[in-house]
């Protein structure tokens, strides 16, 4: 018997690769440079006559949404199929689910079906994290937003932007406007510029719009767009999530725009140079200008297009790192 | 065993891909080097050559047969080829070739940048232990190593080749 070693990780395997992705909270720096280096490969891929490479193929990737999305949901269907993986997309509200099966039994017959990768999609913070703890920890598991908590492809997908466009994080100043207390974007954004080296990270919202402990995360927070957008590099603006809101939280959309709107007036407060950014779906007229969102300075469809690559980075990094500790476990088993 | 020396072999490989390349009446061939290895060789080749013609970059970590084995490079970087495929003579270059497997690979990535009218290959060392059908046009010398011996080329300036010798 070999001693148990203290737990390492849920999310890297015992060579410190990632196996799963679930948050970027605890990821190291190296690992997240090793990321935004591999999508930058990616993109190349992109760009050619035949746009797919053949590294994983044979393997399956399943995409499991429990909750609604366009965008992440076609850019995981896209990003695997580059990798020449084969394919499946689950929209749990169309499925067994509504017959009464439960999240575990779903799982557990997608992977009797064979599959390499799980992208998991879900209301409830902690979903990926309970999967890849609880129900498939053989297979890559891929956080692709659950609830509040953490949405970390977008995060990186955000940190590729950043990069491209600005060459680097050391010496910029970043603002994450709107809807922070119910965005997993915010979270995985904050995380990830704090751990890349952004040494003015701001958040700008109304103080409803709050989630309680922000400070912990290094940022400095405005509740005015006029002093929190002065001289900033890039402008990440929310979307407005009504459909998480249980009400009382803003007088109206009206009022939120008025004050907290990116309209092209606002924009002027940033360097002339300042990069506009936005998950999308955006809200025209609620959180951002149309002006804005389809102007000059807008990245947001670039964003759309680094996602692609930043995906492709992960699914085929975590498959990586799956495989080399099913190798080091088979030969521990040798060794006994 | 003594290892020959790159500087050495260069002047006659250059001549070697002359006369290739005219037997087959290609006049103007694209020229492309494997990182990392085949990149300086491939630098030092047009050099000898006297040639300016730009230099195409393949990064083949995307297309290796070992990736369940091994897993991701973790340096992999773009590749980068600054003209067309389609339809053109390429001359694809590397350092050193051994079981042909990096070779397979790149010509699969090739193909995915369009359809060459020839491929010729360019390596500065065989070392006698292919696995597959895949055999240089133009090379620089050939050897055989014993099973614990492995050959490292560093460059780009000096290229050196060192022998280096992994305990079992």
Redesign the interface.
Same mark, same amino acid.
């Given at each position: 018997m070999t001693p148990i070693d203290a737990p390492r990780p849920l999310q890297l395997n015992d060579q410190g690769?990632l196996r799963h992705f679930l948050t970027l909270d605890g990821l190291p720096r190296e690992l997240l440079t090793?990321i935004l280096?591999?999508a930058?490969?990616? &993109?190349?891929?992109g760009a050619?006559?035949?746009k797919?490479?053949? &590294?994983l193929r044979g393997k399956t990737v399943c995409n499991v949404f429990f909750e609604n999305s366009t965008r992440t949901r076609t850019t995981f269907e896209l990003a695997a199929q580059r990798l020449s993986a084969d394919v499946i997309t689950l929209n749990v509200s169309t499925s067994s689910t509504s017959k009464g099966e439960s999240l575990f039994d779903t799982l557990r017959n997608l992977e009797a079906m064979a599959a390499d990768i799980f992208v998991v999609r879900h209301a409830d913070s902690g979903a990926a994290h309970f999967i890849a703890e609880h129900v498939c920890p053989n297979l890559a598991i891929i956080n692709g937003g659950d609830g509040r908590h953490a949405h970390p492809t977008q995060g990186m997908l955000d940190m590729l932007t950043i990069r491209r466009h600005k060459g680097g994080f050391e010496h910029l100043s970043v603002a994450i406007v709107g809807d922070i207390l119910h965005s997993r974007v915010a979270r995985s954004n904050m995380l990830a510029l704090k751990t890349l080296g952004c040494p003015d990270i701001r958040v700008i919202a109304p103080k409803t719009l709050l989630p309680v402990g922000i400070e912990q995360y290094g940022v400095s927070v405005y509740s005015d767009m006029a002093a929190g957008l002065k001289d900033v590099d890039v402008v990440i603006m929310l979307r407005l999530q009504r459909e998480r809101m249980s009400g009382g939280l803003l007088p109206s959309e009206g009022e939120f725009y008025r004050l907290f709107g990116l309209t092209e007036q606002r924009l002027k407060l940033a360097k002339p140079d300042a990069l506009v950014m936005h998950p999308g779906p955006i809200n025209r007229g609620v959180e951002i200008e149309s002006a804005v969102a389809d102007g000059p300075q807008s990245v947001i469809l670039n964003q759309v297009t680094y996602g692609i690559a930043v995906r492709m980075a992960v699914l085929?990094?975590a498959m990586?790192?799956q495989?080399?500790q099913r190798?080091l476990n088979q030969e521990a088993e040798e060794s006994n | 065993m003594n290892l020959p020396s790159p500087a050495e072999l260069l002047p006659q490989m250059a001549a070697a891909l002359i006369r290739h390349l005219n037997q087959r009446q290609i006049s103007e061939p694209r020229f492309i080097g494997i990182r990392t290895g085949g990149v300086w060789v491939a630098q030092a080749l047009l050099e000898t050559l006297g040639n300016p013609a730009p230099l195409g970059i393949l990064?083949v970590? +995307?297309?290796r047969d070992d +990736?369940?084995?091994k897993?991701?490079h973790?340096?992999?970087?773009?590749? %980068?080829l600054p003209f067309e495929v %389609?339809g053109q003579h390429l001359v694809l270059i590397d350092d050193v070739l051994m079981s042909g497997r990096t070779i397979r690979a790149a010509l699969? %990535?090739l +193909?995915?940048?369009?359809r060459p009218a020839s491929v010729t290959l360019v390596c500065l060392l065989d070392l006698n232990a292919r696995e597959l059908p895949i055999s240089p046009d133009v090379v620089g010398a050939t050897l055989s190593l014993a099973a614990d011996q492995r050959v490292k080329l560093s460059g780009p300036t000096p290229l050196t080749l060192e022998l280096q010798t992994f305990a079992n």
């Open positions: 690769q090793e280096d591999t930058d490969s990616f &993109l190349e891929v050619r006559a035949v797919k490479v053949p &590294l085929s990094m990586s790192g495989n080399a190798q | 990064d970590s +995307f297309y +990736f369940t084995q897993g991701l973790p340096q992999v970087q773009p590749s %980068e %389609e699969n %990535e +193909f995915d940048y369009g």
